[in-house]
Nanobody, 129 residues
Framework: QLHFVESGGGLVQPGGSLRLSCAASRGFTLEYYTIGWFRQAPGKEREGVAC????????NYADSMKDRFTISRDISKDTVYLQMNSLKPEDTAVYYCAAQGGVVPAVCSLLVDGTYTFGGQGTQVTVSS
């Protein structure tokens, strides 16, 4: 079973920035997985935000985040980051990371279709003035 520790959320004003971190706990290594960031706002379905394949071969972003968010990984720290700039009130949500194993895709998926394993509490991001 995979367990994640998401951190870095908080309260930020519109236009501000946050960097979220996703680390593994309990003895597994993020390096061997495609990692996705997802978010869920109150009353809404969970949606994909960004993903990065194993070995950082490629990344993928939801259209509304493409020019504002950047996903990256630091192998030495076994951590995946989500740099979020130009935050908007509609970015308010709990953000989760998740892992996808198996064959490395050419482009990772942002679908919430059961192929990602979730296992963290998430980190709350609130964008408000």
């Amino acid at each position: 079973q995979l367990h994640f520790v998401e951190s870095g959320g908080g309260l930020v004003q519109p236009g501000g920035s946050l960097r979220l971190s996703c680390a593994a706990s309990r003895g597994f290594t993020l390096e061997y997985y495609t990692i996705g960031w997802f978010r869920q706002a109150p009353g809404k379905e969970r949606e994909g935000v960004a993903c990065i394949t194993r070995h950082s071969y490629s990344t993928n972003y939801a259209d509304s985040m493409k020019d504002r968010f950047t996903i990256s990984r630091d192998i030495s720290k076994d951590t995946v980051y989500l740099q979020m700039n130009s935050l908007k009130p509609e970015d308010t949500a709990v953000y989760y990371c998740a892992a996808q194993g198996g064959v490395v895709p050419a482009v990772c998926s942002l679908l919430v279709d059961g192929t990602y394993t979730f296992g963290g509490q998430g980190t709350q991001v609130t964008v408000s003035s």
